[in-house]
């Protein structure tokens, strides 16, 4: 028996000599590894983990490696070996709480950003006034459904299609086509100001829907008007 073991269990290593190991230990140890002495007596090489609790109550975590002690060709006993990893598995532990209730922390706030931009898009669609929104590329990442109708165009055909595309197909008041450099849109990106009331006509195959589209920049780094 090591020094080390001896001072664990509090004694000398010549009071634990001679001694049963279901003696020494505490019978919810000794069921813990009883079935990996057994085993071990009977030639294998068994390593496994063990949790003891000191008279003070706290939990003391191991890792035994127990191997036979052959002589003369026959298993005479165990050698074992234990290693203290209490310091690991109560870090080990700590951050497995610290995992889970960051994940409960982000479940809670995902939930409840679904169910913002559920209230917001809801918002979006009521609204009777058509409103697109672009990336600072220029490119159309979300509209409301007035705009669809408005544009004649259903929300998948009008998101990933750039605000300066000359497929809008747009007209002036006088009826001649609007170049792309003159759309609300364009001219407020590019000024990074606010376009108010410029009007637009919108050619369609059953005609002309007449608009008044007003464009700002969006002031924020995902989003451009």
């Given at each position: ?140 990442v ?9 544009l004649?165009?259903?929300r ?7 605000y ?37 006509g ?24």
């Amino acid at each position: 028996v090591s020094p080390s073991y001896a001072a664990y269990e509090s004694t000398t290593p010549q009071a634990l000599e001679g001694r049963l190991v279901q003696e020494v230990v505490s019978p919810a140890v000794y069921a813990q590894i009883a079935p990996h002495l057994e085993a071990t007596l009977a030639g294998a090489h068994r390593h496994f983990k063990v949790i003891g609790t000191q008279p003070d109550g706290l939990e003391r975590f191991f890792e035994a490696d127990h191997r036979p002690f052959v002589e003369d060709g026959e298993v005479r006993g165990v050698i074992a070996c234990l290693h203290d990893v209490t310091e690991a598995e109560q870090l080990r532990r700590s951050l497995e709480r610290h995992r889970a209730a960051l994940e409960d922390q982000v479940g809670a706030r995902t939930e409840e950003l679904r169910a913002s931009e559920s209230k917001l898009r809801t918002m979006l669609d009521l609204l009777p006034v058509g409103i697109s929104i672009t990336a600072p590329a220029g490119v159309i990442v979300d509209c409301n459904r007035a705009a669809e109708t408005l544009l004649g165009l259903p929300r998948a055909e009008h998101l990933g299609r750039r605000y300066d595309d000359p497929a809008w197909s747009l007209i002036r008041p006088d009826g001649s086509p609007m170049p792309p450099e003159e759309y609300a849109s364009v001219r407020a990106m590019r000024g990074q100001c606010m376009v108010r009331d410029v009007e637009a006509g919108v050619v369609r195959p059953e005609g002309i829907t007449w608009i008044s589209v007003s464009a700002m920049p969006a002031g924020h780094p995902d989003y451009g008007v």
